[in-house]
């Protein structure tokens, strides 16, 4: 009955173009805004902060990039963790030997992984599909492969950067609050950023890809450019995740974190978040980072009679099952069921 | 049929949060039974190192259990929680966090999570004990106040397996013009020990050559080939972790390479490593830093009263394997620095500061091993406040086909591996702008 | 020169071992469209079996356990999991196979334990030498088991009626089910038969390297196979797979020592982009023509 389009009478094409054209969609994301900006800081305690929080942005990050090259752009990618491990050293080479202030180290870490990511785009303009996405393998392998051979990057016998701590213009960000801060900040920013470049032009020239590569390139989209620039975007996004996730959280860039399984992770995140949406890869982050975290503890009260070892491989059972489970309810994303849910609401509470 | 489900579905979501909150609360309330030490234990049991996680975690809770059964430490009891982290960095810094509070020693059991660890432990004051893994400069207790490496890091043991070597091969002056060749798996915990093993080579004049295995490992056919038939190494460094360390055994036999002319890491010198190799591994060599096997006063003691009482953490058949020793000896190294802590601060539950005192000022002589059931097992520890690492000997065993054998105890070349661990520590210190404590003032 | 065969003849070995993981990638892939992540843990669950069974009956009946086994998780699959998702893209199929290995994983190991295990069927691993080159038994039995394997699913599938339903299923859908093939229990067979492959995988895998979790990676050894050979293409899974076993061994010993070693893991990877490049769906797979 309140969400609904009717009476939202657009006078300006400013207002038809909004990003949220309904009050209440406006009035929901201020709320959130609120939640996150003062709410959660405020009241949530360190360790749901640091160790909750923190991944659960970082990884959102991730895959958004990700879900502009998947779900927008239609190229699937499975190594966007090596992306982010470039961001990652990138970064910290960037901050602790060259002294270059944080918040352009971190967009730096973006920078550089995001040009390793154009260049593992290039096969994508020939390649399709499953071939593609283990031709993205590639990227995995051989960036892990570069970063732990070239002495240089590690700069050190033990193969990992320590994060040194971090000062914004003399400023120590040390407590998990700011680190929260910090990270939220770059998360907010980045959002607002991808979700009006997907508005845009080049969203909508991504989508067309996706749709039919073939039909887009005869109506004028270049394939060429868009692909690389949805590798670019994409590899951006995941160099200033690995940055920040490495500055905040594991606090030394070292290559194992970013192995493959984290993206086929990623991948999963955007793919039970729902592809092609914005909300949907903080879903599939959420789903994917904390869900094993809660299993974790469930299982630890519920259980505590069973062997740890039976309890320890219920875990991957009940994980899987819910990944199965949910692609069987709604394939497309649990940013579809919100959709459905919104769909309800317009009717609500008449649906006839 | 859909939106049943989606209701299914949200039933669910509710009844597992429901049961997690409750569970929270639950487990608020148990946890009020008298003052106890509380360990937090990062274990894994799953994924492709389980039997190491599970191994360690389960020997350090059956002696917490057996201490428990005789009334605790100085009448202190132990509790514990295990946390699950699967081997993997994000897990187990979640598993620090939810458990830090409780906690004032934690061992981390991965390179990655040690890592983490070092500048959290460091700030929160909570001691970070690496036995035998994480970084080998964090041996100097100047620059890293907070962290453990009690026995003995990879780099003692390096100059130590090269003792071995040259004692096998009849004397060090026989290590002149020997091939070695370092197999070692290709992510940061394999690299390490390079730069070490080309010094020692410069310095008693053998060659080395390095061999990395790409993860995980599984296949190495191409670097046994080379190593064998190309390069005809006379010893082979086996530094590898998990599956990568069986492999090696296979492919050596099958080339015809000796196996008592391979040498392991102490992370490839379980019964789990060796067994799915079958003959292939007999005469494998490994380094260790404890006893194998059951003949133990205190692991007797344990199998009587713990497994006695069905109360054990791990199916039987494992109880006196390396891990499950491992586990034991970690477990020893708590106890025994929560007794030196008792005896400066009082009988009480500790803090991180005082456990870090009692840490540092560890002295487990001979008569004390004797005394805990412990003879032939462990070698006298002694730690101060700039030797965090405190052992003086590293273990080396043998595989006989059905078991481990201890052959001969080393002392690492104690001079050569400082002089690198103080450069290594300096150089970490000035990058992270610690001034390194000055510990002739430390009491 | 002698040792460039050496090297070549053992990548080949190798080769067949990949090849067996990939076969089954292959064949789950032409029937259903799946591209089916678990293939590795499908071979870690019929180790885990066959070790547990070992140890309380005779390798023969072992083995039939084994079977049954994964004839159970075949058609367990295929109609609690892929019933509800025919028809659905491409990547939400992969996404349901990876949650597949995770239940795979966690089933097999709380029934059987994560500890490692040793595989001994007893096939006999004796190293010869035929001038200058050794060569072994275990890896030779396993180059047959791997032809015989090859020719009995080429029999299966042009000469038995089941055969011709499945690739008659493979090649379309709709008119497979017009001319009453029942669609879900074709794809149970081929998942049975994906079975039987991850078997003798998991065998030939598991003497070598233990049965434990990490016998399930060696699904990402099959991968560049994949791509290489054509997902779709049970013989470009061969041959790919022994031109990938023999590339890499062959550039990590050759090339190797000149950049710092260990580029044994993506070697077949740039193999395969450059094959792909020139041939965008593999050497064998299957081309789609796209119209607008």
């Known amino acids: 009955m309140f969400y609904r389009e009717c009476g939202v009478l657009k006078e300006t094409y400013a207002k038809d173009m909004a990003i949220f054209p309904i009050p209440l969609d406006r009035w929901g994301l201020g709320v959130m805004l609120v939640l996150a900006f003062v709410v959660i800081p405020f009241t949530a305690s360190d360790y749901w902060l640091s160790s909750i929080m923190l991944p659960f942005y970082c990884f959102s990050l991730a895959a958004l990039g990700l879900n502009f090259l998947t779900g927008y752009a239609g190229q699937v990618s499975i190594g966007h963790a090596a992306f982010m491990a470039v961001g990652a050293y990138s970064s910290l080479i960037l901050y602790g030997r060259y002294g270059v202030p944080l918040p352009l180290s971190i967009f730096g870490g973006g920078i550089f992984a995001s040009a390793a990511g154009t260049i593992f785009g290039i096969p994508s303009l020939r390649i399709?599909?499953?071939?593609?996405?283990?031709?993205?393998?590639a990227a995995q392998f051989i960036i892990e492969w570069v970063l732990t051979h070239w002495q240089w990057v590690s700069g050190g016998v033990f193969g990992t950067i320590d994060a040194p701590d971090m000062y914004i213009f003399g400023w120590i960000i040390d407590t998990p609050v700011k680190k929260y801060y910090l990270v939220l900040c770059v998360l907010t920013l980045l959002t607002v950023f991808g979700k009006n470049l997907v508005r845009g032009q080049l969203g909508r020239n991504w989508t067309a890809i996706r749709d039919m590569d073939v039909a887009a390139e005869i109506i004028g989209v270049s394939l060429f450019r868009n692909k690389l620039i949805a590798f670019a975007v994409s590899s951006f996004y995941a160099g200033v995740a690995g940055s920040l996730i490495t500055f905040t959280y594991y606090?030394?860039?070292?290559?194992?974190?970013?192995?493959?399984?984290?993206?086929?992770?990623?991948?999963?995140?955007?793919?039970?978040?729902?592809?092609?949406t914005v909300l949907g890869s903080f879903f599939g982050a959420g789903f994917m980072t904390l869900l094993p975290i809660f299993i974790n503890q469930t299982l630890l009260t519920i259980m505590e009679r069973v062997p740890?070892?039976?309890?320890?491989?219920?875990?991957?059972?009940?994980?899987?099952?819910?990944?199965?489970?949910?692609?069987?309810v709604e394939p497309y994303g649990m940013a579809r069921l919100w959709q459905t849910i919104k769909e309800k609401m317009r009717l609500w509470p008449f649906p006839y | 049929m859909g939106r049943k489900l989606i209701f299914g579905f949200f039933a669910i979501v509710l009844a597992v949060s429901f049961v997690f909150i409750s569970g929270q609360a639950m487990a608020a309330e148990k946890k009020k039974a008298g003052p106890t030490q509380f360990f937090g234990i990062l274990i894994y049991r799953t994924g492709p190192f389980a039997a190491g996680g599970s191994g360690i975690g389960s020997g350090w809770e059956d002696f917490m259990e057996l201490r428990n059964m005789q009334g605790g430490v100085n009448g202190i009891k132990y509790s514990w929680e295990e946390c699950e982290t699967a081997y993997n960095t994000a897990r187990g810094v979640e598993c620090y966090e939810r458990l830090k509070d409780k906690m004032v020693l934690v061992h981390p059991l991965s390179t990655g999570i040690t890592y983490a660890l070092i500048p959290r432990g460091t700030k929160e004051h909570k001691v970070v004990v690496s036995s035998g893994y994480g970084r080998a400069d964090?041996?100097?207790?100047?620059?890293?106040?907070?962290?453990?490496?009690?026995?003995?890091?990879?780099?003692?043991?390096?100059?130590?397996?090269?003792?071995?070597?040259?004692?096998?091969?009849?004397?060090?002056?026989?290590?002149?013009?020997?091939?070695?060749?370092?197999?070692?798996?290709?992510?940061?915990?394999?690299?390490?020990?390079?730069?070490?093993l080309d010094a020692l080579g410069k310095k008693f004049g053998f060659t080395v050559r390095h061999f990395p295995v790409p993860w995980p490992g599984i296949d190495q056919k191409a670097q046994w080939l080379d190593i064998v038939r190309r390069y005809k190494a006379d010893w082979v460094i086996n530094r590898n972790w998990g599956v990568s360390c069986t492999v090696p055994l296979k492919e050596a036999a099958r080339l015809g390479f000796p196996g008592n002319r391979i040498?392991?890491?102490?992370?490839?010198?379980?019964?789990?490593?060796?067994?799915?190799?079958?003959?292939?591994?007999?005469g494998y060599y490994t380094a260790n830093w404890h006893g194998v096997g059951r003949n133990f006063p205190l692991i007797q003691e344990i199998i009587d009263k713990v497994y006695g009482k069905m109360k054990g953490h791990i199916s039987f058949t494992r109880v006196g394997t390396v891990y499950w020793n491992r586990g034991v000896y970690t477990a020893v190294i708590n106890e025994e620095a929560m007794r030196t802590a008792h005896k400066k601060f009082g009988v009480k539950v500790l803090t991180g500061d005082e456990m870090r005192w009692g840490m540092e000022n560890l002295n487990i002589t001979a008569e004390r091993i004797k005394e805990i059931g412990l003879e032939g097992f462990m070698a006298p520890i002694k730690t101060s406040c700039e030797n965090h690492e405190g052992g003086k000997t590293v273990l080396f065993q043998q595989w006989d086909g059905n078991k481990w054998v201890k052959v001969d105890e080393i002392a690492p070349m104690t001079d050569f591996v400082w002089k690198r661990i103080k450069a290594s520590a300096a150089k970490y210190a000035k990058e992270k702008g610690i001034t390194p404590r000055d510990c002739s003032k430390v009491d | 020169m002698t040792f460039f065969f050496e090297v070549l003849i053992s990548g080949l070995l190798v080769g067949v071992m990949y090849s067996l993981v990939a076969m089954g990638f292959a064949l789950i892939y032409k029937a259903s469209g799946v591209f089916n992540f678990a293939q590795g843990d499908m071979s870690l669950l019929a180790g885990l079996a066959l070790v547990?069974?070992?140890?309380?009956?005779?390798?023969?009946?072992?083995?039939?356990?084994?079977?049954?086994?994964?004839?159970?998780?075949?058609?367990?699959?295929?109609?609690?999991?892929?019933r509800p998702l025919v028809a659905r893209p491409p990547l939400i199929l992969f996404m349901a196979a990876i949650g597949l290995s995770f239940l795979i994983q966690g089933i097999g190991q709380a029934i059987w334990g994560t500890d490692a295990k040793g595989l001994n069927i007893g096939i006999p691993e004796i190293s010869f030498e035929i001038s200058g080159i050794?060569?072994?038994?275990?890896?030779?039995?396993?180059?047959?088991?791997?032809?015989?394997?090859?020719?009995?699913?080429?029999?299966?599938?042009?000469?038995?009626?089941?055969?011709?339903?499945?690739?008659?299923?493979?090649?379309?859908?709709?008119?497979?089910?017009?001319?009453?093939?029942?669609?879900?229990?074709?794809?149970?067979?081929?998942?049975?038969?994906?079975?039987?492959?991850?078997?003798?995988?998991?065998?030939?895998?598991?003497?070598?390297?233990?049965?434990?979790?990490?016998?399930?990676?060696i699904a990402l050894k099959a991968l560049p196979v994949l791509i290489l050979g054509g997902i779709d293409s049970i013989l470009g899974a061969i041959l790919a797979g022994l031109l990938i076993g023999a590339s890499e061994n062959l550039a990590e010993v050759f090339i190797g020592p000149y950049v710092g070693g260990g580029i044994q893991t993506f070697f077949p990877y740039l193999v395969a982009l450059i094959v792909l490049w020139f041939k965008p769906y593999g050497m064998f797979g299957k081309e789609i023509i796209e119209r607008v």
């Open chain 1, 128 to 137: 399709k599909g499953f071939y593609l996405a283990v031709s993205t393998l």
């Open chain 3, 52 to 82: 547990g069974f070992l140890t309380v009956m005779p390798l023969w009946l072992a083995l039939l356990c084994t079977f049954a086994v994964m004839t159970i998780l075949a058609y367990g699959t295929v109609f609690i999991i892929f």
């Open chain 1, 308 to 328: 740890s070892d039976i309890r320890a491989n219920s875990e991957a059972i009940v994980f899987g099952g819910l990944i199965v489970f949910f692609l069987i």
């Open chain 1, 251 to 276: 606090l030394a860039a070292n290559i194992e974190e970013f192995n493959l399984f984290l993206s086929f992770h990623l991948l999963g995140m955007i793919i039970i978040g729902g592809m092609g």
């Open chain 3, 134 to 217: 050794y060569l072994n038994t275990f890896d030779l039995t396993f180059g047959g088991v791997a032809t015989a394997l090859v020719a009995g699913l080429v029999w299966f599938f042009q000469k038995t009626r089941t055969g011709r339903a499945l690739r008659a299923v493979a090649d379309d859908h709709e008119a497979a089910l017009s001319v009453g093939i029942p669609l879900l229990r074709a794809w149970a067979v081929t998942w049975v038969i994906a079975g039987i492959v991850a078997t003798v995988a998991g065998v030939a895998w598991g003497s070598r390297l233990g049965v434990q979790f990490s016998l399930s990676l």
């Open chain 2, 138 to 196: 964090a041996s100097d207790g100047c620059v890293f106040p907070w962290v453990f490496t009690t026995p003995t890091n990879y780099w003692s043991q390096n100059s130590a397996k090269i003792k071995f070597i040259g004692k096998q091969m009849g004397g060090m002056d026989k290590l002149k013009g020997l091939k070695i060749a370092n197999l070692y798996i290709d992510i940061p915990y394999g690299q390490e020990t390079k730069p070490m």
């Open chain 2, 263 to 282: 040498l392991g890491v102490w992370w490839c010198g379980s019964e789990e490593d060796v067994l799915p190799a079958g003959p292939a591994a007999k």
